[in-house]
């Protein structure tokens, strides 16, 4: 069943137009989590470029996107990884939605997610590493959610790998406080 969720995923990130583009409900709660870009599901539109929108004083600008609330993460396919963030300070339990399933209920087709945390920084995560490594879109850490300024609200979190070299580019891709996502 892993395999298939998998060949799906890479199949929708790899054929853009994959699916048809319809609107879905909007959240109840606050937003933690914009994803715009190549998204065929959505429940918003364009963002707003005369300074009311947080994503503005970013540039970032998109015709419809997909946002969610913490309930909505929720409701999607959990996953659970226990590794050390900062080396030699801590080791932690983080769970929340698997990357994939966010980008499932986006209803992506692209090869490449940009995730962007509160402070400005961006990181390239390619679909191969959401394939093959599977991370999560962490909203906990050891069961308590994550809020600005302990790593959230979300964060892109990759399980720690034997291979040393994957584990140093995977570091990169690790953006604390992520509230943004762009497919391309």
Partial sequence: MRFLRHLILALALASPGAALAHEVSSPKGMVVLTVSGDVAHYNRGPALED????????????????????????????????????????????????LAAVLEAAGVSGSTVWAMALDGYSSEIPADNIVSQDPILATHLDGVPLGIGTFGPTTVVFPVSEDPEVNEVTKRMLPWATFYLEVE
């Fill in 51 to 98: 300074g009311r929108d947080f994503l503005s004083k970013f540039d970032i600008t998109f015709d419809k996107a997909m946002e969610f609330d913490l309930a909505g993460l929720a409701a999607l396919e959990q996953g659970e990884i226990t590794r050390q963030i900062y080396p030699d300070v801590f080791e932690g339990t983080f769970t929340g939605p698997k």
